[in-house]
């Protein structure tokens, strides 16, 4: 008998208490999209200068305000889908000084 597959599957590490999904006054997108993006900027605000590049797994949906983030820090970012519904690989590198 053939073992089925279960597909790969993202979800939060612990959850948000103050979505409206658990009682809460936020939308549950809406904050997890914030929360996500907030992360990126204080990532790329404190990495050393001698990191260059890095990749984090974000959601689709994101793609075009993590431009923005990376951008506002100085930063490139392409991202790549990878096989999981909804979520992308966002490579950044720095970009050069002029």
Known sequence: MEEQQEEPEMRLIYPFVNV?????????????????MGKIDMRLEALPVFVHSFTETIREENAKQVDLVAMHRGWDVETIEFGVDGWVFATFGRLADE
């Open 20 to 36: 409206s999904s658990n009682g809460g006054r936020f939308d549950d997108d809406a904050y997890a999209a914030g929360w996500e």
